[in-house]
T-cell receptor, first 112, second 114 residues
Framework: QQQVKQSPQSLIVQKGGISIINCAYENTAFDYFPWYQQFPGKGPALLIAIRPDVSEKKEGRFTISFNKSAKQFSLHIMDSQPGDSATYFCAASSQAGTALIFGKGTTLSVSS | NAGVTQTPKFQVLKTGQSMTLQCAQD?????MYWYRQDPGMGLRLIYYSASEGTTDKGEVPNGYNVSRLNKREFSLRLESAAPSQTSVYFCASSPTSGSPYEQYFGPGTRLTVT
């Protein structure tokens, strides 16, 4: 049973556009929701994360929107750049020091 | 400060062979993890160690064993490799205090079993 569902599987956005990736979760015990960015041949790297006590978190061009009642959260990349082309994973966890449950990933391609 | 390091970077095994994937971190983190990544599947947890001396199974532990050698090192062993274990393996670590949820990943080991 997949606990974190991510969509879309792939996304093509023009340079300067907004990229939006969505995730939905089932386990209401989750209390930490990170987004990871992965470039080809590299390990995932933490991009931005949110706790359920806030509805939005912004870091530069990256924003997480969180809807606790709908059990959904999303990543918005403003002014998308070719250097943002990567695979993005949402994840969730219910306890520090235990597993992150990952979505299946979204491959983003930003065309110039 | 190298972060999380993994060896080897690439490995080809024949079915039935054994090998150990090595992982080390220099960030004084208590928790360490092994994930596998397969196309279209995201990352799935194999085993984790919340602290030195403890290990727990994750989502896909069958066919693997782990050893938390000390606080720095966490190894993953394939006793009898199978083609289904062809994957990219990532080690990660996280602190206990400060930002205990944040996991830091190594560069991965790309394993092919023929």
């Amino acid at each position: 049973q997949q606990q974190v569902k991510q969509s879309p599987q792939s996304l093509i956005v023009q340079k300067g556009g907004i990229s939006i990736i969505n995730c939905a979760y089932e386990n209401t015990a989750f209390d930490y929701f990170p987004w990871y960015q992965q470039f080809p041949g590299k390990g995932p790297a933490l991009l931005i994360a949110i706790r359920p006590d806030v509805s939005e978190k912004k870091e530069g061009r990256f924003t997480i929107s969180f809807n606790k009642s709908a059990k959904q959260f999303s990543l918005h990349i403003m002014d998308s750049q070719p250097g943002d082309s990567a695979t993005y994973f949402c994840a969730a966890s219910s306890q520090a020091g235990t597993a992150l449950i990952f979505g299946k990933g979204t491959t983003l391609s930003v065309s110039s | 400060n190298a972060g999380v390091t993994q060896t080897p970077k690439f490995q080809v095994l024949k079915t039935g062979q054994s090998m150990t994937l090595q992982c080390a971190q220099d960030m004084n983190h208590n928790s360490m993890y092994w994930y596998r990544q397969d196309p279209g599947m995201g990352l799935r947890l194999i085993y984790y160690s919340a602290s030195e001396g403890t290990t727990d199974k994750g989502e896909v532990p069958n066919g693997y064993n782990v050893s938390r050698l000390n606080k720095r090192e966490f190894s993953l062993r394939l006793e009898s490799a199978a083609p289904s274990q062809t994957s990219v393996y990532f080690c990660a670590s996280s602190p206990t205090s400060g930002s205990p949820y944040e996991q830091y990943f190594g560069p991965g080991t790309r394993l092919t079993v023929t």
